[in-house]
């Protein structure tokens, strides 16, 4: 009895020290001590930190038998027979329980006994691609940022090189003084593994950057994706050098900030002249293009004046009669319309428009749009397209 | 150029203009306004005419023509066809073109393989998760021909699909339907638009001369439109040169989908429903602007100023549209006579001769009478109808189907004679103008209450290969949009997470809540709180869209039949049940339109007793001489079962003092009609001790009577607490028997015709606003014309008051005198089984389930209270259905076992006797859940020593030729027995039911302070008590204001309590979903009445009774 309990003690003393190592390397760790290796993770799950079984049968009496992950129809059958514990289950003659619910109940009347000694299992955890940094001392200028990305991003290569992988994102994120942070993602038009390419991206993003505080901190997340090989269909073409192209625009991007730099796109919308920026799409398959389409636009092409002129107008009898702005102002020849539109009735924000198209007596023509009791020129059409 | 709409009367053109293509909310997310409100609009903006062509369908045309002879608009009947590449509409110009219509739409329909009527809008939270994936993306316009344009493929839309709703019609098949109709070349939905949009004008010309073959060269109009959106005057040319070239006449349209511009919000939603998607995601599927609404003849004429002709042929064309629903042509079918008779002199002789059945001897009365009804009936050309529903009693009679006629036919001596009712009308003094009258010239109403189930199916099929599936159809049900499903449907479109929309249907799901909880209150419960950007607008749209038409579903049991093919009075399309057809118009429609309708109406009471009548002839245990000889007449033809049976009801005592004793006990838990905690509530108060006074209960405790401030008067005036007073002294003939109190139409009409001199003709008008449910402006203008009548008479404004009053009340809900009579028939009936023929009356109502107020759990528990032993399920003694043994115990059957198929029940009860458990699963082989499920209940105990040696006995796999099998079955059980709680879980998740003890007796010892409900009567009034229980059923009548009424059942009985209107807000969840509960408050005694008025409410724990019998709740 003394030398059972002197060994409790024993690993106990064991057990408290490797959790207080943990502890200093900020891990936290509850450590089961049993006879083999499921014992001791069921032992685990249950210490406050440190767990030592030395009885197993007095241990495994009290745990449910849902803990240690029956099959559910196996779990099903064994409450339905008042069995809910290990304890109980462990009472049940083996071969007739075998007999019964077959192997499974036979593995997990074994687990109830305490269990048989096994070969551990080598759970390899998900490989990351991610490098941080911290300096000693708050950073001035781009420089050592950049040495310390390069170093960064040789690091990640090779790991991504010993995977077979190739980068097709980016996240740069630099820790600030005051506890902020700056993020910027990438994603790399051709994805790769290239050094050059890689920091060519963070290069030009860093040199039109400045930041109101300064970096403490570095960290870099590379998204891997497979190397793809695609043969391109017979009239399918890619761009020269998309990674070259993406720098071109991350180039613009730190002229002209990130809101204006992208492909305009349509909104899906009848409000009139919506639209907004998207990053421009490297990978996007030929279905996804269609669906994007845009719908045709009929009749002249309009130059929208943007922000539209605001007009005074003067109604005969409903119908535009003159206009007055600082683009054009005088008797209108003609009018057409009422064009209505409206929408997002549902919003606070919701809108309406009533368009009129108007001939100048000079033979301009131009498009008119009434919002609310506002008046606006809203664009030219060009009649040289006639 | 356009010429803007003026918004003043800035130019007096007040040219005509009559709108033929619009569509009501009846095309089933495609319009977003009910017809009344079309009609009433178009009245108020001065079209004299409206054409409405719904999709696929004349849905509404009944209800526009009642409401535009309101409105003084002639309402004009077409629908939208769908064929493969496009809506065609068309209008019906005369009649031959109305039943061309109608074949045409059925055939289309009917040739669908499916089932469902019209498109059902997604349901469920999951339906909110699904749609995000398949939003449409990038798609740039609602309009299919848009999209089919823009992506070059052939244009179909997604309702030119076959579906269970109906398949496409066929261009082939239109020359045969054509003759009558005129067709438009439709919308940018309709076929010639879309070849316009694809730029295939030849394609254009194609369809349109498709068109004119088909419906000839003087019936195609080209349709154009002008919603004020460009690109659309493109269109417009194209399509006037496309009238050019084929010297059509153009036709000037808004193709209206909603009445108001206000409206619109309502079809984008709808829109969104349509397309699986929500507001945020839809882009331009949704309406560009708010144009598509009702447009006047001045509008329109400005609208198409540069067309006058094409605003001018509107005109035109609806001179040509001669076709009106008054012209239907239906006939009721002829019945067929032997050689020498007429239909009426065939009646005379089968009346008189089932009346020497029925009364033995022919008084003078009786026969005054019957001559009276046969004079009337043969007048009026109604003897046919009489003729078919006896045939149908008496092929229920053949089949061994107990029937019983209920509705106004109870007051016929006809009908009683005939068999179809089981009530004398002259004995009760019912009526007979209540039923038929000179001045009436809609057909009388029939109803026929048939057992529910199989025996009805029966009936109806019987009805289907009669008149054939072309010549009978069951009437519509109109779903409409109601509390939960509107604001699911908004809460998607709005784009509310489903939790939210989950949330507001868990949390209101069991009733509007309109008495204290306001919707902007219900939507903050559900977490969109007064300032989220969107509660305005589902607030708003949940206005709208209540009360819309959601889908289309079948009448309970109403069936139409005619004479010749029914498909050309109406369409017929396929119902959800198979082997049914269903109508396009629900049964105020065909009651509008004179189609006769007759009622096959299912009462799971009339399958139960039926079934107990069976079990007593079985037993031998059927009314005996000494029972019946107090009573009425026994049954004529004793030998037949069937008539035994069906003599039953008129057979048994009426004056059985042991019956009114438990009704005035409020014992009548499982007894048909007053069972409900409100009657049970009344019955001490009631002390009901003849069968008048059943028939009085049966009818007071409705929301007509209880709203119309009728229940506490007459109880008072019963109790001798108030004095018997009338309106008028004149009517106290017939008010005398109800003390005063007018508690039934009858009643009500005999006021009417008394106190305000309403005419034969104005108080059939009176009668059908309290039968018509859907009108309440209906109701409105009658009552108008009664208080009108009687201030003219002279009448005390106060008694004005009290008569408008009693009458408005009977508009919500009130019964006639004679359907009172017909259920309280079978309600006595039901609780004198349930005195005299205990085992039998419980044995057929479990057999039933699920039916009635209460729960299998606790009927069996009522039936042990009243001393009836319940005996478990066995597969040694049970068969299938719950029978009754030689002590007259109740064996449960098989089939209470969930999950156990027929099939399985039947092998167990053929396979039977059972030598030992290893016998039993040899020779049944039943699968390893069934016979674990029936291991747990404990119907394999008589197999093996107990629940726990059954479950682990047949875990072993057996063999037929195994030695060992016996050696294996005495080995030491390792498992120990259940106890009490564990059998009553299992028998609550086996079976629904258990015969053990009750939860709460298995509880009792650790409540020590907790009330029993059969202790209640001996607590003083006003103590304060804590009752607890198992919640069986939970209420909150529309006519309580709020309160809410909650039944705890226990070991010894049912304790009721009532929570107010504030306590329950905030107890919902708790209430709502805890299935045991515990309720403290003040004990109330009053006339034998006990409840408990809730202060404080808390859950009851039962931890080891994870599964619970199903309560009644908010029905």
Redesign the interface.
Request: hydrophobic letters at 35%; one cysteine or more.
């Given at each position: 009895m003394r030398t059972r309990a002197s060994a409790r003690r024993a690993w106990s003393r064991w057990g408290g020290a490797s959790v207080e190592r943990l502890a200093a390397l900020h891990l936290r760790a509850r450590i089961g001590v049993a006879a083999n290796a499921d014992l001791a993770l069921l032992a685990a799950r249950r210490a406050e930190p440190v767990l030592v079984v030395q009885n197993a049968a007095t241990f495994l009496a009290d745990i449910a038998i849902a803990e240690v992950d029956p099959p559910p129809q196996l779990l099903a059958?064994l409450c339905?027979?008042?069995?809910g514990h290990l304890g109980q289950l462990a009472?049940?003659?083996r071969a007739?329980l075998i007999?019964?619910?077959g192997p499974a109940a036979g593995e997990l009347w074994q687990r109830a006994m305490g269990g048989q000694p096994r070969l551990l299992r080598l759970v390899r955890p998900v490989e990351e691609f991610v490098e941080s940094f911290e300096f000693e001392h708050e950073i001035e200028t781009a420089e050592p940022l950049l040495f310390v990305l390069r170093r960064m991003l040789e690091q990640i290569s090779l790991r991504l090189a010993g995977a077979w992988r190739v980068a097709a994102r980016m996240t740069l994120t630099l820790l600030l003084e005051m506890h902020d942070c700056h993020e910027r993602a990438f994603t790399i038009p051709a994805p790769t593994a290239d050094i050059e390419v890689l920091f060519r991206i963070l290069h030009t993003h860093l040199d039109g950057l400045t930041l109101e505080q300064r970096p403490t901190g570095v960290r870099l997340v590379i998204e891997p994706v497979r190397a793809e090989h695609r043969q391109l269909r017979l009239f399918e073409s890619l761009l020269r050098d998309a990674n070259r192209f993406g720098e071109t625009l991350a180039r613009l991007v730190a002229l002209v900030g990130p809101e204006r730099v992208g492909v305009p796109e349509l909104?899906?919308?009848?409000r009139p002249d919506r639209h907004r920026v998207v990053e421009p799409r490297f990978h996007t398959t030929a279905r996804e293009e269609?669906?994007?389409?845009?719908?045709?636009a009929?009749?002249l092409p309009l130059r929208r004046y943007r922000p539209a002129f605001p007009a005074q107008v003067h109604l005969v009898?409903?119908?535009p009669a003159f206009v007055f702005s600082e683009k054009i102002h005088g008797e209108i020849r003609?009018?057409?319309?009422?064009?209505?539109?409206?929408?997002q009735?549902?919003?606070?924000e919701q809108w309406?428009a009533e368009?009129w198209d108007i001939e100048m007596p000079d033979g301009g023509l131009f498009r008119l749009s009434k919002q609310g009791d506002s008046w606006f020129v809203e664009g030219d059409y060009d009649v040289a397209a006639v | 150029m356009l010429v803007a709409e003026g918004r003043g009367a800035l130019d007096p053109i007040m040219t005509r203009f009559v709108e033929l293509h619009a569509r009501s909310a009846f095309s089933f997310l495609r319009g977003a306004s009910q017809p009344e409100r079309l009609a009433e609009r178009a009245a108020q903006i001065g079209l004299p005419a409206l054409a409405l062509c719904d999709r696929d369908g004349v849905y509404a045309a009944p209800r526009l023509r009642t409401a535009g002879k309101e409105h003084g608009i002639c309402a004009i009947v077409g629908a939208e066809l769908t064929f493969e590449d496009g809506a065609v509409p068309v209008l019906a110009a005369t009649h031959r073109g109305y039943r061309n219509l109608c074949a045409l739409i059925t055939r289309a329909k009917l040739r669908a393989p499916g089932s469902t009527c019209v498109p059902r809008v997604g349901r469920g939270v999951l339906a909110a998760t699904d749609f995000r994936s398949r939003a449409p993306r990038g798609v740039h316009s609602g309009e299919d021909a848009a999209t089919s344009a823009r992506d070059g493929r052939p244009p179909r839309s997604s309702a030119a699909r076959p579906t269970k709703a109906g398949t496409p019609v066929q261009w082939n098949e239109l020359p045969e339907f054509a003759d009558g109709l005129i067709a438009l070349t439709g919308d940018k939905d309709g076929p010639v638009r879309r070849c316009l949009a694809r730029e295939d004008f030849a394609g254009a010309r194609a369809c349109v001369g498709r068109l004119r073959a088909a419906f000839g060269d003087d019936n195609v109009y080209v349709e154009v439109q002008r919603h004020l959106r460009r690109g659309e005057e493109l269109e417009i040319e194209r399509l006037v040169q496309l009238a050019r070239a084929e010297r059509l006449p153009l036709l000037a349209s808004n193709g209206p989908l909603h009445a108001t511009r206000e409206e619109r919000a309502v079809l984008d939603v709808f829109t969104c429903a349509r397309h699986h998607t929500h507001l945020d995601a839809a882009g331009r599927l949704l309406s560009a602007n708010d144009e598509r609404h009702l447009k006047s003849p001045a509008q329109m004429a400005r609208l198409f100023a540069d067309l006058p002709e094409a605003v001018e042929n509107t005109v035109r064309l609806a001179g040509r549209l001669t076709f009106s629903l008054e012209e239907l042509g239906y006939q009721f079918p002829r019945y067929e006579v032997p050689a020498g008779e007429s239909m009426d002199t065939f009646l005379r002789k089968m009346t008189m001769a089932g009346a020497r059945d029925r009364y033995g001897h022919l008084t003078p009365r009786v026969l005054a009478q019957l001559e009276h009804e046969l004079a009337l009936i043969g007048r009026l050309g109604f003897s046919g109808y009489f003729l078919i529903v006896w045939d149908l009693v008496n092929f229920c009679t053949a089949q061994g189907i107990l029937v019983q006629g209920r509705g106004s036919a109870a007051n016929s001596a006809v009908c009683y004679s005939l068999g179809i009712t089981a009530c004398d009308p002259i004995a009760c003094d019912l009526l007979f103008e209540r039923f038929l009258s000179e001045g009436r010239t809609t057909w009388p109403d029939i109803d026929l209450d048939l057992p529910s189930g199989d025996r009805r199916e029966r009936v109806i099929q019987e009805v289907y290969r009669r008149y054939g599936p072309r010549g009978a159809a069951m009437t519509a049900n109109v779903i409409t949009f109601r509390g939960r499903s509107a604001m699911r449907e908004i809460g998607k479109a709005l784009n509310f997470s489903p939790d939210t929309i989950g949330r507001f249907s868990s949390l209101f799901g069991s009733g509007d809540y309109p008495h204290t909880l306001e919707l902007d209150a219900q939507l903050r419960e559900a977490g969109i709180p007064p300032e989220h950007p969107r509660t305005a607008a589902a607030v708003a749209l949940y206005q709208k869209i209540y009360g819309l038409p959601r889908h289309l579903g079948q009448h309970s049991g109403g069936m139409i039949v005619c004479q010749g093919m029914l498909d050309t009075v109406m369409p017929l399309e396929h119902a959800a049940m198979p082997g049914r057809v269903v109508a396009q118009w629900d049964k105020d429609d065909c009651a509008d339109l004179g189609i006769i309708k007759v009622d096959l109406l299912g009462l799971g009471m009339m399958a139960a007793m039926q079934d107990a009548i069976d079990l007593c002839q079985q037993r031998g245990t059927g009314i005996s001489a000494c029972e019946s000889a107090a009573g009425f007449q026994p049954a004529v033809h004793n030998s037949h079962r069937l008539e035994a049976c069906a003599t039953f009801l008129a057979a048994i005592p009426k004056d059985d003092a042991a019956t009114y004793d438990m009704m005035c006990a409020a014992e009548t838990i499982g007894v048909f009609q007053i069972e409900s905690r409100a009657q049970m509530a009344t019955l001490p108060r009631m002390k009901p001790r003849c069968f008048y006074d059943v028939v009085i209960e049966v009818a007071i405790i409705r929301p007509g009577p209880i709203q119309g401030d009728m229940l506490h008067p007459f109880l008072a005036r019963r109790a001798g607490r108030e004095p018997v007073t009338y309106f008028d002294e004149r009517l106290k003939p017939g008010l005398a028997r109800t003390l005063g109190v007018p508690l039934f139409q009858e009643q009500l009409l005999k006021i009417a015709m008394v106190m305000a001199d309403f005419s034969g003709s104005e108080a059939e008008e009176l009668r059908r606003a309290l039968s018509f449910h859907r009108s309440q402006e209906r109701m409105e203008k009658v009552c108008v014309k009664l208080r009108a009548g009687m201030e003219r008479k002279g009448v005390a404004s106060a008694v004005i008051d009290q008569i408008t009053k009693a009458v408005q009340s009977f508009a919500v809900y009130g019964f006639p005198e004679s359907h009172a009579i017909s259920f309280a028939l079978i309600a006595y009936a039901s609780a004198w089984m349930k005195v005299h023929r205990a085992p039998e009356f419980f044995a057929s109502l479990l057999n039933n389930q699920p039916m009635g107020f209460y729960s299998s759990a606790t009927l069996v528990k009522d039936a042990k209270r009243r001393g009836v032993q319940v005996r478990p399920v066995s597969v040694i003694e049970s068969d299938w259905r719950c029978t009754i043994g030689a002590d007259d115990s109740i064996r449960l059957g098989l089939c209470v076992v969930r999950g156990l198929k027929q099939e399985h029940g039947e092998r167990i009860v053929a396979a039977r006797p059972f030598a030992s458990l290893a016998d039993f699963q040899l020779r049944t082989q039943l699968p390893k859940a069934t016979q674990r499920t029936l291991a747990k209940l404990g119907a394999l105990n008589g197999l093996a020593a107990h629940r726990r040696d059954a479950q682990w006995k047949i875990e072993v796999t057996r063999e037929p030729d195994d030695l060992f099998a016996q050696a294996e079955d005495d080995a030491a059980l390792p498992l120990r027995a259940m106890d009490a709680v564990e059998r009553a879980q299992a028998d609550y998740s086996g079976a629904g039911i258990t015969t053990g003890p009750h939860p709460m007796a298995l509880l009792r010892a650790r409540l020590p302070d907790i009330w029993r409900a059969a202790d209640l009567a001996r607590a003083r009034n006003g103590l304060r008590v804590r009752i607890g229980g198992h919640v069986i059923c939970r209420q909150r009548p529309g006519t309580a204001k709020g309160f809410v009424f909650v039944s705890l059942e226990d070991e010894t009985g049912v304790a009721n309590a009532i929570l107010e209107p504030a306590l329950f807000e905030k107890t919902r969840l708790l209430v709502t979903e805890e299935p045991f509960l515990i309720i403290e408050g003040p004990v109330q005694h009053s006339e034998g009445v006990i409840h408990v008025k809730a202060r404080r409410i808390e859950p009851l724990f039962v931890r080891e009774l994870s599964a619970t019998p199903a309560s009644h709740d908010f029905h």
């Open positions: 059958v339905d027979w008042g069995i009472q049940v003659p007739a007999d019964r619910l909104e899906d919308t009848h269609k669906c994007d389409a845009p719908e045709l009929i009749g009898r409903h119908v003609e009018a057409a319309g009422p064009y209505r539109l409206s929408g009735w549902w919003e606070r309406s368009e | -």
